[in-house]
């Protein structure tokens, strides 16, 4: 007869683990970005643009940028009479009948400024990702192409900020067509591409301070101190014409004598000069020590 099998207390025993998986094979780690299996197939440009919208950035943008267009029309309009209420009895104040271009010149002046440091302080949030270093060790850990870091980032960064600049833009020339008069369509189509373009080449710049520094706030430094010293070197009536800052002012110029021709060196040269900077950045980023 043959012994009965005994087995031990808690079942068969397990399996002898197998070999280890060979390093880089990819078995065993995380699923890669943009391999369509990472959160129910997000890859990375959805979860860039989720990251967006879930978090006060895009609102902040939308705000400060329908904010100025909807003021800038209001000040033109009345600013003459509230300094009239408001000043002393013997102060005379002789003020010109406002222009309807006048209420688009206060738009652009305030978001040439602030909106552009808005939008610094929002591109660097996405684009300053080696800030935290957990953050960044996961990132690049689910790929080995900092172009698929950056390229969303950056994407998605100008859009948001071009959505903003469209609210705005579109809030002043309602506005100003109420209380100033109307503006013409076409040099008003000009004047907003010009300002999309000028809003690329201030996220373009912001990837390359990211690259520079790792600091959410060293970022944003480099950046605003850049695009602040750039209207100043375009007091070199020689170099104006080819600065990208000179894109700022556009809009208003195109609504007097200026043609679309005249800006269009400035936006060959802010095109070329932005997709030099963020193929610096993923160049730099690529090769950066954590």
């Known amino acids: 007869m043959t012994a009965p099998t005994t087995l031990p207390l808690g079942g068969p025993p397990a399996p002898a683990p197998g070999p280890a998986p060979a390093p880089g094979s990819g078995l065993g780690s995380g699923p890669a970005l943009g391999s369509g299996q990472a959160g129910a197939g997000l890859g990375p440009w959805r979860l860039e643009w989720l990251r967006l919208v879930r978090t006060p950035r895009l609102l902040a943008l939308a705000v400060v940028y329908l904010f100025f267009g909807l003021l800038g029309p209001v000040i033109a309009r009345y600013m003459a009479a509230i300094l009239e209420r408001t000043g002393s009895g013997n102060l005379t104040?002789?003020?010109?009948?406002?222009?309807?271009?006048?209420?688009?010149?206060?738009?652009v002046g305030q978001v040439s400024q602030t909106g552009v440091i808005v939008v610094a302080v929002v591109a660097a949030g996405a684009l300053a990702f080696d800030a935290r270093r957990g953050v960044s060790v996961f990132l690049r850990s689910r790929t080995q192409q900092m172009a698929r870091l950056v390229l969303p980032r950056y994407a998605v960064s100008t859009l948001a900020a071009a959505a903003a600049?469209?609210?705005?833009t579109a809030a002043a020339w309602?506005?100003?067509?109420?209380?100033?008069?109307?503006?013409?369509?076409?040099?008003?189509?000009?004047?907003?591409?010009?300002?999309?373009?000028?809003?690329?080449?201030?996220?373009?710049v912001v990837a390359?301070?990211?690259?520079?520094?790792?600091?959410?706030?060293?970022?944003?430094?480099?950046s605003v101190a850049v695009l602040?010293?750039?209207?100043?070197?375009?007091?070199?009536?020689a170099v104006h014409p080819w600065l990208p800052s000179s894109l700022a002012s556009a809009p208003v110029a195109l609504i007097g004598p200026a043609g679309l021709g005249d800006y269009a060196r400035t936006l060959v040269v802010?095109?070329?000069?932005?997709?030099?900077?963020?193929?610096?950045?993923?160049?730099?980023?690529?090769?950066?020590e954590i």
């Open 93 to 107: 104040i002789s003020a010109s009948e406002p222009q309807p271009v006048d209420g688009l010149y206060n738009f």
């Open 165 to 168: 600049y469209t609210l705005g």
């Open 174 to 204: 309602y506005e100003t067509s109420l209380l100033l008069g109307p503006l013409p369509a076409l040099p008003m189509a000009q004047g907003w591409l010009c300002g999309v373009v000028y809003l690329a080449f201030v996220v373009a």
């Open 208 to 222: 390359a301070a990211a690259a520079l520094a790792r600091s959410v706030l060293g970022t944003v430094g480099i």
């Open 228 to 237: 602040m010293l750039m209207p100043i070197a375009g007091s070199i009536t």
């Open 270 to 288: 802010a095109a070329l000069v932005s997709v030099a900077l963020v193929a610096f950045a993923v160049r730099r980023l690529q090769h950066r």
